[in-house]
């Protein structure tokens, strides 16, 4: 028998803890050091896509670490949001 554990590295960023209180959105924070890393080592210049944008909480987290790192990526994001319920006759 044995146990897998993982440890998470948190990366505190006075931006996104304000950036959560006004902009809705699902984000774990412990993502926060991914994205870091992943705009720190783009290997190219080519367009980063985001499937699933939602509210654009991620979005403007991606867009913020872009800055941060002065990526020129050019950023696509795409989500076919539709709230429970929307366009049918279900209400």
């Excluded at 783009?42 to 699933?52: A, H, M, N, V």
């Amino acid at each position: 028998m044995f146990e897998i554990t993982h440890s998470r590295i948190m990366l505190k960023d006075e931006f996104v803890d304000w950036l959560v209180l006004g902009n809705a959105g699902m984000f774990d924070k412990t993502h926060l050091y991914c994205i870091d890393y992943a705009m720190r080592n783009l290997p190219s210049d080519s367009p980063i896509i985001e499937i699933g944008s939602f509210c654009g909480l991620s979005t403007n987290i991606l867009l913020y670490y872009k800055m941060v790192h002065e990526r020129d990526n050019k950023l696509i994001t795409c989500d076919k949001w539709m709230f429970e319920g929307a366009g049918s006759n279900e209400f």
